[in-house]
Protein backbone atom coordinates (compact mmCIF):
# COMPACT_ATOMS: atom_id res chain seq x y z
CA UNK A 1 0.00 0.00 0.00
CA UNK A 2 1.32 3.27 -0.95
CA UNK A 3 2.60 5.54 1.97
CA UNK A 4 4.30 8.66 2.62
CA UNK A 5 7.51 8.45 4.65
CA UNK A 6 8.85 11.67 6.12
CA UNK A 7 12.35 12.19 7.08
CA UNK A 8 13.61 12.03 10.83
CA UNK A 9 13.51 14.55 13.65
CA UNK A 10 15.15 18.18 13.27
CA UNK A 11 16.58 20.43 15.56
CA UNK A 12 17.68 23.47 14.00
CA UNK A 13 19.26 27.24 15.07
CA UNK A 14 17.38 30.27 14.83
CA UNK A 15 18.15 31.90 11.63
CA UNK A 16 19.22 28.50 9.86
CA UNK A 17 17.44 26.29 7.51
CA UNK A 18 16.02 22.62 7.51
CA UNK A 19 15.07 19.99 4.38
CA UNK A 20 12.27 17.79 5.03
CA UNK A 21 11.69 14.84 2.60
CA UNK A 22 8.58 13.22 1.85
CA UNK A 23 9.20 9.87 -0.42
CA UNK A 24 6.23 8.48 -1.74
CA UNK A 25 6.61 4.70 -1.01
CA UNK A 26 4.86 1.94 -3.22
CA UNK A 27 3.70 4.71 -5.47
CA UNK A 28 4.44 7.43 -7.99
CA UNK A 29 4.56 11.20 -7.23
CA UNK A 30 2.93 11.58 -10.67
CA UNK A 31 -0.58 12.30 -11.07
CA UNK A 32 -1.03 13.90 -7.60
CA UNK A 33 -0.10 16.98 -5.70
CA UNK A 34 2.09 16.85 -2.19
CA UNK A 35 1.31 19.25 -0.18
CA UNK A 36 2.76 20.71 4.18
CA UNK A 37 1.61 20.92 6.71
CA UNK A 38 2.52 22.30 9.73
CA UNK A 39 0.45 21.85 13.28
CA UNK A 40 2.97 23.96 16.07
CA UNK A 41 2.10 22.73 19.58
CA UNK A 42 -1.12 22.59 20.94
CA UNK A 43 -2.46 24.79 17.69
CA UNK A 44 -4.19 23.75 14.39
CA UNK A 45 -3.40 22.64 10.49
CA UNK A 46 -1.73 25.06 8.65
CA UNK A 47 -1.74 24.64 4.95
CA UNK A 48 2.07 25.45 3.87
CA UNK A 49 2.31 25.40 -0.08
CA UNK A 50 2.11 22.28 -2.47
CA UNK A 51 3.52 20.89 -5.87
CA UNK A 52 2.34 19.03 -8.73
CA UNK A 53 5.37 17.47 -10.44
CA UNK A 54 3.12 16.18 -13.04
CA UNK A 55 2.86 20.08 -14.17
CA UNK A 56 5.82 21.21 -12.51
CA UNK A 57 3.97 24.22 -10.61
CA UNK A 58 4.20 25.29 -7.54
CA UNK A 59 1.27 27.25 -5.03
CA UNK A 60 2.20 28.75 -1.43
CA UNK A 61 0.10 29.90 1.41
CA UNK A 62 0.80 34.24 1.53
CA UNK A 63 2.41 33.87 4.73
CA UNK A 64 5.33 31.46 3.63
CA UNK A 65 6.07 32.97 -0.02
CA UNK A 66 9.54 33.42 0.02
CA UNK A 67 10.62 31.56 2.73
CA UNK A 68 9.44 28.43 1.75
CA UNK A 69 10.74 26.00 -1.04
CA UNK A 70 8.63 23.28 -2.08
CA UNK A 71 10.56 21.10 -4.64
CA UNK A 72 10.46 17.09 -6.16
CA UNK A 73 12.25 14.65 -7.53
CA UNK A 74 10.32 11.95 -9.44
CA UNK A 75 13.03 9.77 -9.98
CA UNK A 76 12.94 8.98 -6.68
CA UNK A 77 8.95 9.92 -5.72
CA UNK A 78 10.25 12.40 -3.08
CA UNK A 79 8.68 15.74 -2.43
CA UNK A 80 11.04 18.72 -0.44
CA UNK A 81 9.97 21.53 1.87
CA UNK A 82 12.99 23.88 2.99
CA UNK A 83 11.92 26.70 5.40
CA UNK A 84 14.88 29.24 6.16
CA UNK A 85 15.63 32.16 8.17
CA UNK A 86 14.24 30.02 11.06
CA UNK A 87 12.48 31.26 14.63
CA UNK A 88 11.32 29.72 17.17
CA UNK A 89 8.00 30.38 15.71
CA UNK A 90 8.64 27.78 13.12
CA UNK A 91 8.65 24.71 16.28
CA UNK A 92 6.13 22.50 14.66
CA UNK A 93 5.18 18.92 13.22
CA UNK A 94 5.31 19.15 9.33
CA UNK A 95 3.31 17.30 7.87
CA UNK A 96 3.01 16.46 4.13
CA UNK A 97 -0.10 15.06 2.58
CA UNK A 98 -1.28 13.85 -0.88
CA UNK A 99 -4.31 15.33 -2.96
CA UNK A 100 -5.61 14.04 -6.37
CA UNK A 101 -5.71 15.74 -9.32
CA UNK A 102 -9.28 15.09 -9.89
CA UNK A 103 -10.49 18.41 -9.29
CA UNK A 104 -7.49 20.04 -11.31
CA UNK A 105 -8.01 23.27 -11.48
CA UNK A 106 -9.39 23.38 -7.92
CA UNK A 107 -7.94 21.50 -5.68
CA UNK A 108 -9.00 18.01 -4.09
CA UNK A 109 -8.86 16.77 -0.37
CA UNK A 110 -6.00 15.18 1.36
CA UNK A 111 -6.18 11.47 1.51
CA UNK A 112 -3.19 10.29 2.62
CA UNK A 113 -0.60 11.95 4.92
CA UNK A 114 2.77 11.58 6.34
CA UNK A 115 3.66 10.65 10.04
CA UNK A 116 5.01 14.37 10.46
CA UNK A 117 8.65 15.82 10.87
CA UNK A 118 8.95 17.68 14.40
CA UNK A 119 11.58 20.63 13.63
CA UNK A 120 12.56 22.40 16.91
CA UNK A 121 14.41 25.76 16.67
CA UNK A 122 16.16 26.62 19.35
CA UNK A 123 19.56 28.30 20.28
CA UNK B 1 -7.40 33.63 1.08
CA UNK B 2 -10.91 31.67 1.86
CA UNK B 3 -11.36 32.08 5.53
CA UNK B 4 -12.82 29.14 7.25
CA UNK B 5 -13.93 29.31 10.94
CA UNK B 6 -15.70 26.64 13.05
CA UNK B 7 -17.99 26.80 15.48
CA UNK B 8 -17.52 25.70 18.76
CA UNK B 9 -13.75 25.80 19.54
CA UNK B 10 -14.47 22.34 22.04
CA UNK B 11 -17.60 20.70 22.84
CA UNK B 12 -18.49 17.69 25.22
CA UNK B 13 -20.96 15.40 24.45
CA UNK B 14 -22.07 12.29 26.44
CA UNK B 15 -21.78 8.85 25.48
CA UNK B 16 -24.52 7.86 22.84
CA UNK B 17 -25.27 11.22 21.84
CA UNK B 18 -25.05 13.58 18.99
CA UNK B 19 -21.97 16.06 18.26
CA UNK B 20 -22.58 18.78 15.86
CA UNK B 21 -19.90 21.29 14.60
CA UNK B 22 -20.55 23.92 12.20
CA UNK B 23 -18.23 25.26 9.74
CA UNK B 24 -18.37 29.10 7.71
CA UNK B 25 -16.22 30.02 4.37
CA UNK B 26 -15.37 33.18 3.76
CA UNK B 27 -16.94 32.44 0.06
CA UNK B 28 -18.83 29.92 -1.41
CA UNK B 29 -16.79 26.28 -2.11
CA UNK B 30 -19.71 25.34 -3.94
CA UNK B 31 -18.49 25.33 -7.66
CA UNK B 32 -22.08 25.49 -9.63
CA UNK B 33 -21.03 23.77 -12.76
CA UNK B 34 -20.68 20.51 -11.46
CA UNK B 35 -23.03 21.46 -8.20
CA UNK B 36 -19.88 19.93 -5.90
CA UNK B 37 -19.21 21.72 -2.77
CA UNK B 38 -15.00 22.01 -2.18
CA UNK B 39 -15.19 20.93 1.75
CA UNK B 40 -13.53 17.77 3.38
CA UNK B 41 -13.90 17.15 6.94
CA UNK B 42 -10.82 15.76 8.69
CA UNK B 43 -10.20 14.36 12.46
CA UNK B 44 -7.18 14.10 14.12
CA UNK B 45 -6.15 11.89 17.33
CA UNK B 46 -3.26 13.13 19.56
CA UNK B 47 -0.22 11.77 18.38
CA UNK B 48 -1.58 10.90 14.66
CA UNK B 49 -1.54 12.94 11.73
CA UNK B 50 -5.27 13.82 10.44
CA UNK B 51 -7.56 11.63 8.49
CA UNK B 52 -10.20 12.36 5.93
CA UNK B 53 -13.98 11.35 7.15
CA UNK B 54 -15.82 13.43 4.61
CA UNK B 55 -14.76 15.27 1.29
CA UNK B 56 -17.68 17.06 -0.90
CA UNK B 57 -19.43 18.16 2.27
CA UNK B 58 -21.64 14.66 2.17
CA UNK B 59 -19.39 11.87 0.84
CA UNK B 60 -17.89 9.28 3.06
CA UNK B 61 -14.68 8.01 3.00
CA UNK B 62 -14.15 5.11 1.92
CA UNK B 63 -14.25 3.30 5.97
CA UNK B 64 -15.35 5.66 7.70
CA UNK B 65 -18.73 4.92 10.16
CA UNK B 66 -22.05 6.30 9.01
CA UNK B 67 -22.21 7.75 12.09
CA UNK B 68 -20.62 10.54 10.60
CA UNK B 69 -22.57 12.60 8.62
CA UNK B 70 -21.96 16.19 6.74
CA UNK B 71 -24.30 18.45 5.35
CA UNK B 72 -24.62 22.31 3.95
CA UNK B 73 -23.80 23.95 0.87
CA UNK B 74 -21.88 27.04 -0.79
CA UNK B 75 -21.05 28.50 2.86
CA UNK B 76 -22.51 26.43 5.64
CA UNK B 77 -21.72 23.36 6.43
CA UNK B 78 -22.10 20.54 9.32
CA UNK B 79 -20.41 17.67 10.63
CA UNK B 80 -22.59 15.16 12.77
CA UNK B 81 -21.45 12.31 14.93
CA UNK B 82 -24.37 10.06 16.00
CA UNK B 83 -24.28 7.68 18.72
CA UNK B 84 -21.17 9.46 20.09
CA UNK B 85 -18.63 6.71 21.10
CA UNK B 86 -15.13 7.08 23.34
CA UNK B 87 -13.36 6.55 19.99
CA UNK B 88 -14.57 9.82 18.66
CA UNK B 89 -12.57 11.82 21.10
CA UNK B 90 -10.51 14.38 18.82
CA UNK B 91 -10.19 17.23 16.97
CA UNK B 92 -12.00 17.83 14.00
CA UNK B 93 -11.18 20.06 11.07
CA UNK B 94 -12.90 21.29 7.85
CA UNK B 95 -11.24 22.16 4.78
CA UNK B 96 -11.74 24.18 1.61
CA UNK B 97 -10.29 22.60 -1.29
CA UNK B 98 -12.17 25.27 -3.81
CA UNK B 99 -8.91 27.16 -4.10
CA UNK B 100 -5.51 25.37 -4.46
CA UNK B 101 -4.33 27.87 -1.36
CA UNK B 102 -5.89 25.41 0.55
CA UNK B 103 -7.16 26.39 4.19
CA UNK B 104 -8.44 24.84 6.81
CA UNK B 105 -10.74 25.75 10.07
CA UNK B 106 -9.30 26.30 13.14
CA UNK B 107 -10.20 23.13 15.03
CA UNK B 108 -12.79 21.81 16.99
CA UNK B 109 -11.93 19.73 20.18
CA UNK B 110 -14.53 17.27 21.02
CA UNK B 111 -14.55 15.37 24.11
CA UNK B 112 -16.90 13.00 26.36
CA UNK B 113 -19.28 14.57 28.73
Known amino acids: QVQLVQSGAEVKKPGSSVKVSCKVS????????ISWVRQAPGQGLEWMGG????????TYAQKFQGRVTISADESTSTAYMEVSSLTSEDTAVYYC????????????????WGRGTLVTVSS | DIVMTQSPDSLAVSLGETATINCKSS????????????LAWYQQKPGQPPKVLLHGASTRESGVPDRFSGSGSGTHFTLTISSLQAEDVAVYYCQQYYSTRYTFGQGTKLEIK
Open chain 1, 97 to 112: ARDDLDGYPHGWYFDL
Open chain 1, 26 to 33: GGTLRSYE
Open chain 1, 51 to 58: IIPLFGTT
Open chain 2, 27 to 38: QTVLKSSNNKNY
